[in-house]
């Protein structure tokens, strides 16, 4: 029987979602978006917060996602069984099936997330990051973006 999992995103956009995460990780420290919906024209993630961005705060986050994705990092993965691994990250966004070996996605010394989906093989493949829409509603902080 086949699986379904995120196997199926597009590779650039899903690669993105990763670099956005580890942004809105390292500038609010609130965790990584706990649901998303990733397509090759247009993305969004959705994040535990307390407010929508601003506008400045929308300007910081697309200028370090392009410039990570400029620094033409490296995406490689890494294999840790599950016991390493849940002492270093949080497994809940994993399929059940993820089994006792827990691949690790790397991009560059940026970001280190478990994920068993695909990925780009260096952040040159990805283009240029781009938000173009937030909404906040009953404690999610919506972000919608685009890849050109
Ligand atoms: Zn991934």
Redesign the pocket.
């Known amino acids: 029987m086949e699986v379904r999992s ?1 196997k199926q ?1 597009n590779p650039q956009m ?2 993105a ?2 670099i956005l995460n580890q942004t809105m990780l390292r500038i609010f420290n609130q965790g990584r978006s706990f649901s998303n919906h990733i397509e090759k024209k247009k993305s969004k993630c959705d994040y535990n917060f307390e407010r929508n961005l601003t506008a400045e705060e929308i300007l910081i986050i697309n200028k370090k996602v392009n410039e990570v994705i400029q620094q033409n990092l490296p995406v490689k993965e890494e294999f840790l069984e599950r016991d390493e691994a849940l002492k270093h990250y949080k497994l809940s966004q994993l399929p059940e099936e993820a089994g006792d070996v827990i691949r690790i ?1 790397k991009i560059g010394d940026y970001d280190a ?1 478990p ?5 780009v093989s260096n952040t040159n493949e990805i283009g240029t990051f781009n938000i173009f829409s937030t909404d906040f509603n009953n404690g999610v902080l919506r972000i919608r973006f685009k890849l050109s």
């Open positions: 995120n995103y899903h690669s979602e990763h996605i997330c994920c068993s989906g695909r990925h």
